[in-house]
């Protein structure tokens, strides 16, 4: 099924599955009752758009990709590619990370693209 053929409640579920978070912590991270979770994913109810900022924030996405499946923050001719889900695990990895982390992992893709760099 294309991304964009997908349902608000499947784009949602995919994210909470992709991140390995429980429904009932999600709801606690967002505000929201598990009853209302549990509305928005299996009957099919769309979040108020105040729930969907707060939605798309806790999974680090944008609330357009979780309504629409479009992420507008990349230009139509790149979205898709198979590059897509790397690039979307790096950033969440970069943004779990301390200042003392974000320095190292820094450090370390410097030296690898130097090292790629290099080798070409």
């Known amino acids: 099924m294309k991304e964009k053929n997908k349902l608000f409640r499947e784009r ?18 967002i505000g929201i009752s598990i009853n209302t979770l549990n509305m928005y ?27 629409t499946g479009k992420d507008l923050s990349t230009p139509s001719s790149q979205s898709g590619t198979k590059d897509d889900w790397q690039k979307k695990e790096i950033i969440r990895i970069i943004n779990s ?24």
Do not use: C, W
């Open 12 to 29: 949602l579920l995919d994210e909470l599955n992709y991140q390995g978070l429980s429904k009932i912590d999600f709801a606690e991270r």
């Open 41 to 67: 994913l299996y009957r099919g109810s769309i979040p108020a758009a105040d729930v969907a900022v707060k939605m798309a924030a806790a999974l680090n996405t944008t609330t357009e990709y979780l309504i």
């Open 97 to 120: 990370l301390s200042s003392s982390q974000l320095k190292s992992f820094l450090d370390i893709a410097r030296a690898y693209k130097t090292g790629v760099i290099s080798d070409t």
